[in-house]
């Protein structure tokens, strides 16, 4: 069965997977979706470690159903290799050897994400999937034929929808790559729109670095400044982004409570009825 609709079956039945689950699997999920937002994902996860090998934890591998496994292991092994070829490719357009990318990773990570979009009635109200950057070296994802895939290369002025290609991967550089290549490889920012029609599905293939690994560019051309003020580990880069992340969702609450504690000022000096503002 195509892995796709082998993982689309399961979302869509909501089958026992989710219940699999534990609050280890839970508490990274609400790790993922910082919870100081004013407004959560449409989405629904399922995630899980795949390397290195000996981190697999197959107690919390789901064993339902059956192939299940066996599966996600094949799966995992092949994107592991088509993501070092990714960046070797890369290494050498930095014009250094073939294998500086994957050694800069130490011993390379990766993270499987399944995320289901479920139809939403007022999709012009949310988002999938908030703007972001993936923090690590690269991202493989794969998509169903509904589309939903946004990407900037402008900071946001225009959103560019990443059109599915049947049996074709998306791949983006993460905070990882952008650093490593000193900036010439962006991070671009992307987010998930959902739609009234059709829930949505897709895989994404994470690769991060070891988490000690040292994140600093690699190469710095002549003219060119570092991007990073001082080298640090994937762990510190990782904790900056997200704690940076957490104040910018604080901040972006905020700013909301405080629209609309000026509407209800606002209405009161108007002598306008409350039901009328939140109409
Ligand atoms: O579902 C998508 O199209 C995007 C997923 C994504 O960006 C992510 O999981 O980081
Ligand atoms: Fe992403």
Redo the contacts with the bound molecule.
């Keep these: 069965m195509n892995f796709v609709i082998f993982l689309f079956l399961l979302a869509e039945r909501n089958l026992q997977i989710w219940q699999n689950f534990d609050l280890y699997y839970l508490s990274l999920i609400f790790d993922d979706s910082l919870q100081g937002e004013a407004v959560q994902d449409w989405r629904e996860i399922v995630t899980y470690f795949s390397y290195p090998i000996r981190a697999r934890d197959y107690s919390r591998w789901p064993d339902k159903p059956e192939g299940w496994i066996a599966v996600t292991e094949k799966y995992s092994e092949k994107l592991m290799e088509l993501a070092c070829q990714l960046l070797e490719v890369l290494s050498e357009a930095m014009g250094l050897e073939k294998e500086a990318l994957t050694k800069a990773c130490v011993d390379m990570d990766q993270k499987v ?1 399944v ?1 289901f979009y479920p139809k939403c009635p007022q999709p012009d109200l949310t988002l999938g ?1 908030k703007r972001h950057t ?1 923090p690590g070296t690269i ?1 493989l ?1 794969l ?1 169903d034929q509904v589309g ?2 946004q990407a900037t290369r402008d900071n946001g002025k225009t959103w560019i929808t990443v059109q599915p290609v049947e049996g074709a991967f998306v791949v983006n550089l993460g905070d990882h790559g952008h650093f490593l290549s000193n900036g010439r490889f962006k991070n671009a920012d ?1 987010q ?1 729109v959902v739609n009234s029609n059709s829930s949505r599905l ?1 895989i ?1 293939t994470f690769q991060n670095p070891a988490p000690d690994a040292i994140v600093y560019p690699l190469k710095i051309r002549e003219g060119e400044k570092a991007v990073l003020d001082e080298p640090m580990t994937f762990a510190e880069m990782y904790r900056r982004k997200m704690s940076k992340d957490i104040e910018l969702a604080k901040l972006k609450k905020l700013a909301k409570e405080q629209d609309l504690q000026a509407a209800v000022e606002k209405a009161k000096l108007d002598d306008k009825p409350i039901e009328q503002i939140f109409a």
Excluded: E, K, P, R
């Design positions: 994400v995320n999937l993936d991202t994802l998509q939903g895939l992307h998930a897709s994404a």
